[in-house]
T-cell receptor, first 114, second 109 residues
Framework: DSGVTQTPKHLITATGQRVTLRCSPR?????VYWYQQSLDQGLQFLIHYYNGEERAKGNILERFSAQQFPDLHSELNLSSLELGDSALYFC?????????????FGQGTRLTVV | LAKTTQPISMDSYEGQEVNITCSHNNIATNDYITWYQQFPSQGPRFIIQGYKTKVTNEVASLFIPADRKSSTLSLPRVSLSDTAVYYCLVGRNNNDMRFGAGTRLTVKP
């Protein structure tokens, strides 16, 4: 158990709909990262939040948005869903010790768009 | 951002030592090198991290030459359960958490 919790574990929805994925980082971790992984593909970096502020943005579609709340949990909102958005979505939190970073990943949310 | 290059795939047999090399020619002075392992449908898991020379833990060893332009993850005596994708990342302070394509290791009986 990495200590990072993602909900829901599975989600099936129709095209055009909107969903929200939730991530609770490990206690004390200020950074949250979101990734998308399509079938047999690599991890696509979406966005990084640190203590409520956006730090870096990857290839995140305009239909997607995220935020990190004061209690440090984060939500990834996906709207106007398309079949191609079907993927595993991972969240990670990280700890920095003397400049080095170790990330801890949740078990992911499997999104299926039908 | 330091870019990394790894072999797309590797095959090995149970009991062998596996070495996966990652090239990172543009590594910055303060960057660390970190390796993650990912099993199908699971989130990546931290394996090992280093800055220079050699680091060893209960799972693997990491060899980093003096110029730090590459690094080698060494897995001793692999088993079938080591079949996974291995990612090399280079960065510092929560930055550069972008994963490349990784190396798909297949361990055969």
């Amino acid at each position: 158990d990495s200590g990072v919790t993602q909900t829901p574990k599975h989600l099936i929805t129709a095209t055009g709909q909107r969903v929200t994925l939730r991530c609770s980082p490990r206690s004390g971790d200020l950074s949250v990262y979101w990734y998308q992984q399509s079938l047999d593909q690599g991890l696509q970096f979406l966005i990084h939040y640190y203590n409520g502020e956006e730090r870096a943005k990857g290839n995140i579609l305009e239909r997607f948005s995220a935020q990190q709340f004061p209690d440090l949990h984060s939500e990834l909102n996906l709207s106007s869903l398309e079949l191609g958005d079907s993927a595993l979505y991972f969240c990670a939190s990280s700890v920095v010790v003397g400049g080095s970073t170790e990330a801890f990943f949740g078990q992911g949310t499997r999104l299926t768009v039908v | 951002l330091a870019k990394t290059t790894q072999p797309i795939s590797m095959d090995s047999y149970e009991g062998q030592e596996v070495n996966i090399t990652c090239s990172h020619n543009n590594i910055a002075t303060n960057d660390y090198i970190t390796w993650y392992q990912q099993f199908p449908s699971q989130g990546p898991r931290f394996i090992i991290q280093g800055y220079k020379t050699k680091v060893t833990n209960e799972v693997a060893s990491l060899f980093i030459p003096a110029d730090r332009k590459s690094s080698t993850l060494s897995l001793p005596r692999v088993s079938l359960s080591d079949t996974a994708v291995y990612y090399c990342l280079v960065g510092r302070n929560n930055n550069d958490m972008r994963f490349g394509a990784g190396t798909r290791l297949t361990v055969k009986p």
